[in-house]
């Protein structure tokens, strides 16, 4: 079977620092029947996916990021540790997750900035960024990267990794950043924010209920006042 590929590159309508636009080069490749995500990791990413969106940590609001979707997750495969799932672009909208929405990232490359796919949609634009985190330890399995105004306005008092504030979002400067920080920061799962991507924050550890369970605790101690 040939399998048909796609080569795009998408730009932001309202400039490089626009939300949701994605700024690498991609190829699309068509998805079979044995490219999917596997069961029990579709419904945990679809559980979580859940929850996340009932705390508005992703979703889509014409009031936030000038009307774009915000927030994806994403998953290692374990057929292949050299590669991810992640929800598609601007997929973070829907009122349900749907297979279609999940794409494979088989190849990236953070310094041509270019990614290799397989799916229906294009990968999410912080495709690269997750892919820095799964490179930089063998052991993470999941991300979720969510908006938390909260989380992200208390990052200082919570004593929260953070990436600089002129580093922008989905761009080869964000990707080195993280490498950089999950080599300084090595305690598992970790919340960091980003502070050049206005609200951004990440979750990352070995499980999806490590990453999420982590990140719920910081909303709440975010929204609390408390200290660690």
């Known amino acids: 079977m040939t399998t048909s590929i796609t080569t795009t590159h998408v730009a932001g309508s309202a400039g490089a620092a626009a939300e949701g636009a994605i700024h690498f080069r991609y190829r699309l490749a068509v998805a079979r029947d ?20 009932q705390q508005k940590l992703i ?15 994403s998953a290692r495969d374990p057929r ?13 909208g829907a009122a349900r997750l749907h297979r279609k929405h999940i794409t494979r990232v088989d190849r990236w490359n953070a310094e041509r900035f270019d990614v290799d796919a397989t799916g229906s949609l294009p990968p999410s634009s912080e495709s690269i960024t997750h892919g820095m985190l799964y490179a930089a330890d063998a052991q993470l399995a999941w991300i979720m990267h969510v908006h938390s105004p909260a989380i992200w306005r208390a990052a200082a008092r919570l004593e929260l990794p953070v990436t600089a504030a002129n580093v922008p979002y989905g761009s080869p400067a964000m990707a080195a950043a993280v490498g950089t920080l999950m080599r300084q920061h090595t305690a598992r799962p970790l919340i960091f924010a980003t502070l050049g991507h206005e609200d951004g924050v990440f979750a990352c550890g070995a499980s999806a209920n490590a990453a999420g369970g982590a990140l719920l605790c910081t909303l709440a101690d975010s929204l609390t006042g408390a200290t660690r």
């Open 34 to 53: 044995d490219d999917r995500l596997d069961d029990e990791r579709f419904e945990r990413l679809a559980a979580w996916r859940h929850i996340l969106k």
């Open 59 to 73: 979703g889509r609001d014409r009031r936030r990021y000038d009307g774009f979707a915000f927030g994806n997750l």
């Open 80 to 92: 292949n540790p050299l590669r991810f799932f992640v929800t598609a672009s601007q997929t973070a």
